[in-house]
């Protein structure tokens, strides 16, 4: 079994990937963000109704393709006829082309959650594209939106703006915890006088 060691995660940081399998003999994908704790499994927590869900718990394998760009998530809700897809050495999904790493996995354990159904994952074989590879967490994208909403305190008023860095603080910690975003985030939601 290869591990998930030769890619740059994290444990409990949670990072978007696009999660392929098959809807019979169709390529399918959907955003899913992933995490591990332990380096060993990948873990996912997917809501009811999704088809991916459908198609992992009926084929217990899938393809995580950790995208080389944020507009690849969008491809794949909004334009699936844009993605193109290859075959998986090891398990029954497809891959997507041009991702920046691909993990085959095969289902380990699934337990229901309270919207849907948790998934645990091993890794059959994972492949990174290029030297380096960068994942998506959506931390730094969190900071950048709130420091550019803190300097927009003064027009928008506490009342919009205190609310909306709170909540991004709240995104950052589950997606980031102990991260250095969640660290600026926590101190400019205490210096502007708000309960962090
Ligand atoms: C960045 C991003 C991350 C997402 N992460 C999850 C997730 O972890 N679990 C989940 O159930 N849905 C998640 N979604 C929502 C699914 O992608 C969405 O419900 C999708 O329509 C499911 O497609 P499907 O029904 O084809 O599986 C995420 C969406 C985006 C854009």
Known sequence: ??????????????YETVVCTFSGDTPHAAPFGVWTDDH?????????GS????????????VVAFPAAVT?????????????????????APTLDGAAATVELVVHDSAPTEDGTH???????????????????????????????????ENLGAAAVLPALAENLRVVRKVAPASAAEAALTELLSRRGARP
Not at 51 to 62: D, G, I, K, M, P
Not at 72 to 82: D, S
Not at 128 to 151: D, F, I
């Open 1 to 14: 079994m290869d591990t998930l060691h030769a890619l740059p995660l994290r444990k409990g940081w949670i």
């Open 40 to 48: 060993t499994t990948l873990e996912l927590d997917m809501y009811e």
């Open 51 to 62: 088809e991916t869900l459908a198609n992992v718990l009926a084929s217990r394998e899938l």
């Open 72 to 92: 690849t998530l969008f491809e794949a809700l909004f334009a699936p006829q844009r993605l193109s897809f290859g075959h998986a050495a090891t398990v029954r």
């Open 119 to 153: 998934v645990s994952a091993l890794p059959r074989r994972t492949h990174v594209a290029g030297g380096e590879v960068t994942l998506l967490n959506r931390a730094e994208g969190l900071l950048l939106e709130s420091l550019v909403l803190a300097t927009r305190l």
